[in-house]
């Protein structure tokens, strides 16, 4: 099965930036759209961006002008830049994929293991 492998969270001061990375390991054909998540404690998780596989993207109003989403195909990759961070952007982030089609056929609903953000204030 293949799998979402995320990196890049940490710690970062309020108007800084952090760039998380995900990328599908395994042997993949093609992926739909792309998309970032994130859930803060004791909140419910929410859809932070959405990429398409033609490059179309979303943004939650929170986020906008802020998170810029992009993907690599090549790579098998969604990638998401924070800048401007806030304290209230501290979560985990997850990264998402509705379908992809892989060697052992399609594959539905795969999740990352999530990275945690904290923003200082």
Do not use: H
């Not at 739909?32 to 179309?56: N, T």
């Not at 961070?85 to 056929?105: I, P, Q, S, W």
């Amino acid at each position: 099965q293949v799998q979402l492998v995320e990196s890049g969270g940490g710690l970062v001061q309020a108007g800084g930036s952090l760039r998380l990375s995900c990328v599908a390991s395994g042997i993949v054909f093609t992926i739909g759209d792309m998309d970032w998540y994130r859930q803060a404690p004791g909140k419910q998780r929410e859809l932070v961006a959405r990429i398409s596989s033609g490059g179309d993207t979303n943004y939650a109003d929170s986020v906008k002008g802020r998170f810029t989403i992009s993907r690599d195909n090549g790579k098998k990759a969604v990638y998401l830049q924070m800048n401007s961070l806030k304290a209230e952007d501290t979560a985990v982030y997850y990264c998402a994929v509705e379908r992809m089609t892989t060697n052992r056929g399609p594959q539905l609903n795969t999740w990352g293991q999530g990275t945690q953000v904290t923003v200082s204030s």
